[in-house]
Structures are given as C-alpha cells and as structure tokens.
C-alpha cells in the first residue's frame, strides 16, 4: 500500500495534463454555479438592521459601526453600515451623510423610485451601485464599502468609500534594476492596476474581478487584453478560480494561489511566474499572456510561464542590445554554475581525478591531507552553513546585518579553513557557487536551483559523471513533459517553433515583429515590418526588410 | 498510520545517506592515491621478471602551498619485481599506504636491455588497462632507470613535466622526436613503418657552486653531478632495439618525416676555411616522397625543403649579397644532402628497418589488403634506392646586415 | 492508445537520427573495420544503399495506408493472425535489441568511467531512465530527442575536430581493403545497422505532418548513413586498420587522444554526458516500440502497466551473455543476420502482400 503510494507520487509528476492544452483540444466547461445564497432584503429597515446585526455579531462586534439618520428631503429613516477603519471617512461625510442630512432641506416632489432617485440626485458619490440581496450587502461591507439602506425599500445602496492605510508605492524588494521603472506593486489592489494601466493605456485592457475564499475574499484581478489573449486560456484560467473560490477558505498570497492553480504542484519548476514589477508585468500582458493581481500581494500571476521567462530580466530589454546580451551571457553562465558546479567539483574529486591538471591536483592533494572528513561530507557541511547564513540573513536587523555578513564569511571561510574543517579550493567552489544562485532573477526559479543543485550533488557523490548525467536526464524528462496551462514548459525549445527569438540572445526590439506563437494569440502581429520609418524610407508594410545596424 | 510513513520515510532517507556517505565503489578520496607519474620498466636480474619503477609525486613537497617546501626529494620512486607490471603495483602497495594509480601518469620508460629483447610481452600491457591511455610519451632509457628517477631536475619541481616538456622541446632542436603511446602503437602493428622512441640517458654536467656569502668562493670545488638528457633515437625492428641514432642523425630523421620544425646548425664557411656560420635551420614545407615502381625495383625520390635564417657569420664576408647566399645556401644542402644520404644507408643497410614510413607510399598504389600482406615490405627496403635532393634558401639574415670590421 | 501525443517532423527525424546513430558508440565502428578493413566506411555505405531500398518499400506501405502503423496494416493485408505474427516478430526483435545495447551501454561505462561498480547500479539507473520515459509517452521522448539534438551534433564535431589532428589520410589505402567480392558478401548482414528505421513504421500514425514521411524516414537514414560513414572513416584514418579492429568502443579511445595544450588532457569522462544522454534516448525509444508492440498484439488500450515488467525483461534477457566479448560479439555476429533479415524481409512481405492482394489505396501515377 505504502510502497505503491510512493510509486504513486513518483510517476504522478509525469502525468501530461490531458486536459487542457492550448488550441488543440476543445473542452466543455461546465456552467458556472449560480449564486446559491440569494436571500434579499427587506422592505423594513428595521428587520434589515437586525437581520444584519445577527450576520456581523453586533453588538460584540465593535468594528461594525451603524448610523442612523433621517434623509431630511425625503423625511425617511435610513442608516448606514460600514466598517471602521476600511473607510474613508472624509467621503463617507461629506459625499454621503453631509448631502442626505442637510442640503436638501426641503421636501422634494419625485416620481422615480427611491433608491433611483437617492442615487442619482443626492449622493455625489464616484461609485454607487444598487443591489437587493443581503450578501452583496455583507461582501460590499467587508470590502470597505458603505451601504445605505432606506426604509420602505428594498433596495440598497453600495456607496464606494474604500480608504485605509498602507504602504505607498515603493523599491522593488526582489527584483531589483539599475536601468528601468523602480516601481514595485503593494497591497493595495487598486494601486496596482493602477500601476498596470499607466503602462498600456489601451481601451481593451480588461480586468475582471474575482474574489477568491469564502472567508478571505480577497480580490483578485484578471487582467489581459481584450483582442489579443486567447479565449480558451482566458476560459480555462477563469473556470479555474471560480472552482476554487468557494472550495477554499483563505488564500491571502498569490503564492498560494499558485499552488491552487498550478498543473504540478509537486514539482520542482514553478509553472506561472511571479513578479513585482508592474512593467514586467505588462509586457507580458502586451505578449498576451493573462495577468492576476491580487489584493494584499505585492507579486502579481503571469499566465502561462516558459522557461526563458525565469532567466529574463525586465533590465535585459531596458538595455541596449548589446549589454543586454551580455548580461544575458553572464546569466546563462551562472545558471549553469549554480546548478552543476559541487556536482562537477565532487564528481572531478572523487571519481575523475584523471581531468585534473597534475600540479592543481597535487596542490588539493596536499591540501586534503589535513582534512579528516571526506569531500562529500565537506561539501554538504559547507552547502549547510551556507543557505544557514542566506536564511539567517534575511531575517537580520539592517543594523547589524552587514557585520553579520562579514563575520560569516570571516568564521565559515577562514577560520574553517585554518581549522582543517575544509580545504581552501571548496571554499572558493561554494563562494562562486553562491555568487552564481544570487543572479538569478525569479525568486521562485532560485528556489529550484537551490534544490537542484543538492539533488544533482548527492547523485554526482554517488556515481560520478554518471550519477550526474543520469540527474541532468531524469531533470530533462520531466522538464519536456511539465507544461503550464497547456503551453509546454519548455517552448520555443522542445516543440520548436521557427519563430522563436527570443530566448537567450534578444533580437533588436525593432526586429521583433511577431507575438510568441505558442499562445496562439488573436492578434500575432506586433509591431509593422519596418519599424524605423525613418532609417527605412520605404512603405511601412514591407518591402524592404528591418535592417540591422 | 501518518507517523509509520514519516518514520519510514526517515530510516529510506537515512539509508540512502549511509550509502551515499560511506562511499561506494568507485569513490577515492585524494589523499588515498599514490600518483604516478612516470612508469619505467626494465628486465629484472634473471631474465623472467620486470622490475617496474614507479615515480610517485609528494603532493605536500611538489606544491609548496601553505605547508611549505621542504628540502626532501619532492618524488618518491620506488622499484619492484615482479612477474608483471600491475602485479607489482600489488606489492608495492603492501608497502605503500596509499593506492598507486595510473591517471596522471605521463611518462612511459623501457629500459635498454627490455627493449632489446623485445617489447612483445609487455606492449598489451600497456594498451589493456584502463588507466593506461595512449597520449603516454614513451622514452628508452640507456642507463637504470632508478638512477633516471631519483634525479631532481633543478627548474623544475615536478619531475613529470620536466619530462613532458623536454619531449615538447624537441620542436625546437629536433634532436629527439616527440612520440607517444599511440604513435608508437600505430606503426608497431602496421607494416608500413618501424617504431623509434627517443632515448634518455644521464650525462654528466659541471655546475658551479652557488654563490655563498663566503669571499673566497673561488676556493670551493665545482661539483660534478648527473643530470638526464636526450641522447637520440632508439630504432625498433618490429618489437626490438636494433640501435641508435644520435642527436644529429635524429634532426635528419625528423626532417626526412617531416617532423622538423626548426633547430640551429653550424658549418663551415665555404668562402673562409677558418671561419664558421651559424643559422638557423627551419622546415620550408613538407617532405615531399615520390615512389614509382620499375622493373620490380622500387624507386624512391625524396624533396626536403629548408629555409635559413643566418645567424652568426666569424668570418668578414658579407653574405648578404645575393651571390654568396645562393652559394651558401647550396653548401649547406649538400652537407645536409650527405647526411641524409647517410642515414639511409644506415636505416637500409645496418638496420633494414624503414623507420621514415616508405612503405605508406607503397601501400598507396595496391588496391587491397591481401595484396599489400602479400607483399611483404619489410623484406623490400633495403634493396630500395632512394634518391635525395634538398633545397636551402637563405630567407633571412637577422638584424645586422655587414658583420662587423674590426678597422 | 493511451498517452499518445502528436510529434512533430522535426522531432521524429532527431529521434530516428538517434537510434540510429547510437551504435557509434558501441563496437561498430570496429566490427566495420574488422570485417571491411580499411574500407570499412565504404561497407557502411554499401549497407546504407541497401537499406535504402528496403526503405523504399517501408515507405510506400506507409503511403498506401496512410495513418496506420505496421500492426495494422499488416492485419489488413493478411488478415488478423497472420498480421499479428509479424507484430510478434517486431516485439521481439525491438525487445532483443533494447536488452542487448542496454548490456553493451552499461558495460561500456563500467569499463570505461566506473571500473569497480557492479553492472547491476548502472543497469538500474538506466532501468528507471527507460521505465520513467516510457511512461511519459513518445511525445517526451522524441521532444527531449529534439531539444538534445544541437548538443549531441556538437559534441560530436568537437570529437572530430580534435581527432583530425592525428589522422593521416593515407591510412584509407588499400582503397577497397579485402576486395570488393568480401565486402559485397559482408553487405546484407551488415543491413542490420540501419533496421531501427522500422521505428517509423510504429510511430507513422502519431507524426503531425502526414505527408512528410516519406522526407523524415529518408533524411534520417541519409544522415545516419553520413554520420555512421565518417566515424568509421574517422577510426580508420586515426588508428591504422590493424589497430583498429582491435579496438573496443573506439569512439572513447578516440575521445582519449582529445588534448588541448597542457591543461584541458584526459578529458574524457566529459564525454559521458554525450554518451548517456544518447544511450538513454537510445533505448527509450527501442523499449517505447517494444512495449507499445505488446499492448497493440493483446489490444491492450492503456499500456502503462506493461512497462514495469516488460523492464524487468529487458533487464533480464541484458544480463543473459555471461560475459562481455560474448554480449558483443553476440549482437554484432550472430544476431545481426536476425536483424537484417527482418529489416529486410517484413516491408518486403508486408509490401509484396499489398500489392498482389491489391490492398491499401494506390496513388495515381
């Protein structure tokens, strides 16, 4: 039983998601639920007050806050219900209360209807909406809303006051740039689609809300381009979160979002990319990728991910061609170094000793000499000490923090050394190694290298070149077969595409005329084929072909 | 149910790490291995066994580092006998602590009297094993081969490359050819040509004393040590040493294959007898090898393209004009021609071993295998007649154009 | 059939390239000069026009049933008993050759990087590589076949282009080596070399593009034959041919005389990878055949549950030569007469079936 829950696990990362994949396959999607909670409000206020109370436990309840008040035009009892500290009280005062109870002094004659007629005349609210079932009340609330109810009317009024405290728009914290935007989302949903829009200020830019948890109800924004992003993916990205929006209590983090949404969750890959840069973000929306922003989350979704968008920097494109590239060059490099480089060390040490150069092994020989342990358990000490001072320092306070900094690398590099705990040539394979997994840019992606790198070790400990070319295999298959969304994992590499520019050399930006393919965008065509009008002075559909420097 | 999958999850996890960390077969940690670097084998005592020399390298003395040179052999050799060579590796381990290993081994030494009884039996030896590989330099050594190794070179701390780079040095002078594993292997098995192996052997040389801080250093005696050097070429006829060729023959040798690169001569001067010039002697092109058959006798023309760089003229001749380097040139061809001319006798008639590779030339012209088994080249070449021609030029003169006037 | 994707054009040829090619490694190049001496590249490409012409007939089948593999066509043709005899015939011979190249691989990496681990880690390592890629399905296995394709081609030029150094090109004479009679005589059983292009036949229906097959099978067998070709004539030209043909697994011999200056020498456990990842592609996709065959002889729909004990077979039957020469000498000696004569035989039959039983849709012209 155990043993075949094992074999279970093992061979479930292969499983093929048969179920969706872009463009090939057509799904059902079955209807979405409807709404199962449609109790409505009442004509007496006083019954919708008290049905309200029960629902919000007041009078317990301190956060809830009822005001009633007299509608002075109209000569009618209202109230309204909010929660202290969402709210703006300022607006709440002077666009709702101030309006309803003293401006209109004088009975007005109307023949519309009453909560029409509030809404329309007498509250200079920027956002009002009408609702009669209780639970959009109750939703409206808790969002930081104010909602109006009358007497004699069924009908309530959602009047948008959201204001609360939170951090402004600040630094990046992970994905830092010297040449580019330094703007990096925060927890405020409407700051970040804000922040999204500036960068495409295009009239299909569309966000759909979603709220995601029945007791978190976070806010969740869709955001794609209306004439570009595929129908079916945007199909299958909304029929996933509207199944596990009611399925789930409380998701407060995209990145617990990802692990509802993801294809496979147990492997080592992430599949949808996470960033914090709304420029990065909307370049990819641009692609036709599909974005979620997510209230509370300062890193937004990117739907569906490949592998080229883990090693890319937003900085690659904000640069000229050139340095763009090299940074590229120096990427792809360390990428490899990370990963490979205790496995070659080890596999070198142990099992090869012949590849060394003569005097370079002679000088580790004699360096080991005073080692007592072997190079395995040297090297898993060193890795061990090592990710203790990366975890340790992410907690430290900035004050000390560059002192720790130093006296780690002082005690564990030195004093090991010259305490013969390890031989001084390990010391400068794990510093490089280090070095290497800083560069990359996804935290996510420098999370599977992290991993990875000790996988490949042990195997290379084990059997050598063998062992790890046996890691890089196994790595290899299931890497081909992950796919996200139904975008394998591994496009424009492995179901190759003749269009495929852009992975680790980036074309000139003016040559890059065609969306990826592989999402099978409604719109391929991005750019005009000569995109210098005025170097090229010939027409602007062709013709003449992009001309490099 | 929850807690005996966790706690066989640990004893799985525990298990692979015993394995992994214990070491498995294959796995050597760098201060078990004893590295060799220079192998030599020679015939023992009574004729049945081989007494095998290993050089091995002390990491701590070779590498300096931060345990710092001593003033100890930085190689230990030792030497043992034994019915084959990786029995003996057996019992010197009996003795040493660390497990001989052939991986950086780069140097292979036959002794004289092994190769004169003929290199048969332990050829496969050297192919079979897998630490063996056929990038080795083999060299034939004319003196024991424990006196070879126990020399410490003095530029050199690691006594391996000393080897290798002398071999690779050779390029230069020409006076020994470079030959490894395969090479020798190749035309080992092949009929088209006979193996050569350079040959070292120890000379004595005179070195002063280092200067002390003593005034009277001129009281002190110049020792008189032994050092190794490169004294030619051993020639093989199938798996034996037939005999030599010394430094000078070699150079010829190496120019008839092709293998010459460059090297300084001397000759007299043909205008002054009392004086000499010095050039430098540098391949023109490859050695061009014509063979036609006639009447069952074969026929070899042999074209050796040189050019020369004056180097040194004693004599006040100026042999910048065109008319003295034509004659120059021509002088130093036929010296050159004479001892090529030489040589070939010395390789038909002497040795009747084709060491140059004729036979490949004969080779070319028969359409299959069985024809060319049938033919039998090595019973052909000495009755060949090989005809020589050389061509000098005087490319270059150096910097000065007039030697100096002493007026 | 469960699993089954679509492979692209592309894919499928870097796949048959590969299987094809991935003898090179092992002995071939050696038995090419034994029995062909120094014109052992020219037997290779006498075998590769032979070959061509069985192909012929391969691919004309696949375009009178366009869609369908060899099981079912060759129901079609001669009804379902017989039809399934020849699929049996292609079990086993898929099973047979998966078993003995998984043994020759492992051996070669015994003997040439891990002298002292015992066969059974390194057959179990690969074991798990051939049951895990042939779980995933040959969409896998072909786009991992693709992705590796550049790296592989490098690699091998890299060997080449170092190997040239000490090539002599005089070595290729004799031109015709024994005569022309022995290598004509050696031509027929030698076919064998190329017998895994059937692989086409099984993965014809599962190929994107329908009327590219025709391009895919001959560009592959064009390219295996060149590669196989230059090998050959690469050992040949390195190691004179009374060396050569002494030589086991003259690739990594070849790959031992690889020295750049003083501090790049005895580089060739970097070569592994290059070996390892070819080996595991290699055999993947003889086991991938091995099984779907089965699954499709027993109307089997989901064959995933066969690939366990079908690797225990293979397992099995690979440690069936007691020793080394003999599984060498077994494959290329005495079975590769099997293997040509299936090759050579069943798109014959299969071919000569269709045409006289008037099956299958017969383009104009």
Redesign the interface.
Known sequence: M?FRQIMKHIFSLGERDTRFSLGERSKQYPKSKEKENTEKLQKNLAKNKSNLEEIFGLPDNKDIVIREFKITALNKNALIIYIDGLTDRNTQNFAILQPLMLLASEKIEHSLELADFISQKLIPDQQITKTEIVDDVVSAILDGSTVLLFDNSTQALITETKGWEHRGIEKPASEYVVRGPQESFNESFRANTASVRRYLKDPKLITEIFSIGRRSRTTLGLMYLKDVANPQLLEEVRYRLNSISDATDFISETGTLEEYLEDHPLSIIPQLLSTERPDRLAAQIREGFVGIVMANSPFSLIIPATYTMFIHASEDYYLRWPFGNFLRFIRAASLFTALFLPAIYISL???H??MIP??L?????????N?PF????EIILMEFAFELIREAGIRVPSVIGPTIGIVGALVLGQAAVAASIVS?ILIIVIAITALSSFVIPNYNASFSVRILRFFFL?LA????FFGLALGIFLLSLHLVNLSSFGVPFLTPLAPSRSKAQDQIIRPFAFNQRFRPTFLKPLDLIRQQANSRPWKNKKSPQGGNKDQDE | MKQK?NI?RIILIIIISL???N?????????N?A?V?ALGFDLAPDQRHVMISVMI?I??Q??G???GGGNGPNVLVVTKEAPSIYEAFNVINTSLNREI?L??N?VIIFGEKLAKQGVQDWVDHLLRY?EM???LLIFVSKDPILEIMTINPKLEK?P??YF?DLARLSEKNGMSPEIIL?QF??SY??S?QESVAPVIGLTSATTAKSTSSDSNSGGKPEKVEKEISTVGTAVFKQDRLVGYLDNYETQTFQMITSHFKEAMLTTKDPLDKNGKISFRLSAGGPTKIRYHVQAGQEFFAVTINQEADLISIQSKIDYTKPIYEDRLGKYIAAQLKRRVEKLLNKAQNDYQADIFGFG?KV??T???????QKYDWPKHFPNAKIKVKVNVSIRRVGVQLRPPDPS | MNNDGKIGSREALTLLIIIMTGKIFLSFPRDMVLLG??AGWFLVILAGLVSLIAFAFLSNLLKRFPGKNLLQISTEIFGMVLGNVFNCILFFFFLIITALFFRQFAESFI??I?????IS?ISLGFMFILVYSCHLGIEAISRLAQFYGPFVLLALIFIFGFSLK?ADF?QL???????ILPLLKETLPQTSIFSEILLLGIIAPLIREKNKLFKIGITSLLISIVISTLVTALVTLV?????ANKLLFPIF?LA??V?IE?FA??TEAFFVFLWFFIAGLNLSGLFYSAVTRFAQTFRIKNYQPLIIPLGLLVYTISLIPSNMTQSVDFNSFKMNNYYALIFLGIPLILWLGALILRKGIRSKS
């Open positions: 155990k040490v142990n099992f000793q012949e003569t005097h092994l002679l000088a580790m020989t004699s360096a080991r000499e080692v072997p190079a395995v358990v001084p042990f400990a084990f059997l050598g | 999958k066989s394995v992994i960390l070491g498995c077969w294959d796995r050597r940690e760098l201060d291995l590295i670097q390298a990491p701590s070779i590498s580092g931060q345990s290993t991986l950086q780069q897998r590989r056929r990038t690691s391996a490359e290798t395969n292997i190749n098995e092949s088209v490949i080779r070319n028969m359409l299959t295998t069985t024809d060319w | 001496q120094t003997i040439s891990l002298p002292h681990t015992p880690v000490n005089q004479a004799p031109v015709f080596g024994p005569g190691y004179n041919y009374e060396s011999q031992r005389l020295s003083r020498q005895r």
